[in-house]
């Protein structure tokens, strides 16, 4: 990941145990420059230059802090986080971010260090190929932990973690990620390592029967060289919904079993989102579960970026 910008978020304790029992594997909300949180010795370090003693924050200063390393890619729509704790002061600075403290509007993270970190802001979206996953200790190391190996497999977890995980059927989201046309097909798609190859998914047994392999617990997948992909986009599908703009995200299962589509709420002002019972996973990070229809009313737009197959 070198020569590139590199991006760090923190994982709450909830997450972090969904990525590794294979349950999530997005990521969003407020995100910083690895080389400007370099410093950090261990939990409270962390949780000071990354703006986390937010109201209900689930990050204990005396517990390991797992985070994720990520190069910024413009696909992913990170954003200098710009507002204030009020209405007032976000108006002010021409931006409607509203959140709460520590969170200070202004760009950057209120440490009680010297410490200069720009704070941004990333919609959901699976972590790029060759995401690393490390831990913050108490005592002060810093452990690598994962390495996230595309879409079609997963976070790979180091040795000794790995022959010890549980992980359940993973669902790979066609809209966090990408999408592949291969000889006139359409797939849920990954580019890997320097972009030179796709990975192509499948999540139904019937794909063994093509030829895909699987690859990992409800997965099946295929590699093949970028040259041979027709076209390859990303879906930023978007809806409005009791006066929220949102992202649509995943879909999934509900407690009775009825499908649902999950979105995140484009809407930077926690008032709102709170005030209409979101589930907030992060600081600013807040979720709806809308019906499936929710799809046939979004706005689709198709990303690409220079590049990729099929980009002007």
Request: proline share 7%; with cysteine; charged share 20%.
């Amino acid at each position: 990941m070198a020569d590139r910008v590199i991006a760090q978020k923190a994982l709450t304790p909830q997450l972090s145990a969904a990525f590794a029992s294979g349950r999530a594997d997005r990521i969003a909300g407020y995100v910083v420059p690895v080389a400007a949180v370099d410093g950090a010795q261990g939990p409270r370090d962390l949780i000071d230059v990354h703006g986390l003693a937010y109201p209900g924050s689930p990050f204990d200063p005396d517990a390991a802090i797992d985070v994720v390393r990520f190069p910024v890619t413009p696909e992913l729509f990170v954003e200098t986080a710009r507002g204030g704790n009020d209405e007032r002061t976000a108006a002010a600075l021409g931006r409607w971010w509203v959140d709460h403290p520590p969170f200070t509007g202004n760009g950057f993270v209120a440490t009680t260090t010297d410490a200069v970190v720009p704070l941004s802001w990333m919609p959901s979206h699976r972590p790029p190929y060759g995401t690393e996953m490390w831990r913050y200790e108490p005592t002060g190391q810093v452990v690598f932990m994962a390495r996230y190996a595309g879409a079609h497999v997963g976070w790979v977890y180091r040795e000794e973690l790995e022959q010890h995980r549980s992980v359940r059927p993973r669902q790979v989201s066609v809209f966090s990620g990408g999408v592949a046309v291969h000889r006139g097909v359409q797939y849920v798609a990954d580019r890997l390592d320097d972009g030179s190859h796709t990975a192509l998914i499948r999540q139904d047994p019937g794909a063994e029967a093509a030829g895909f392999t699987q690859s990992s617990p409800g997965v099946w997948s295929t590699v093949v060289p970028t040259a041979e992909v027709e076209d390859y986009y990303e879906l930023d599908c978007r809806v409005r919904w009791n006066g929220l703009e949102l992202r649509l995200a995943d879909q999934v299962r509900t407690e009775s079993g009825a499908g649902a589509t999950v979105a995140i709420s484009l809407q930077h002002d926690h008032r709102l989102n709170e005030g209409l019972r979101l589930t907030k996973l992060d600081a600013d990070w807040y979720e709806a579960a809308l019906p499936l229809d929710a799809v046939e009313h979004a706005e689709v737009r198709q990303t690409r970026v220079p590049g990729w197959p099929g980009a002007a």
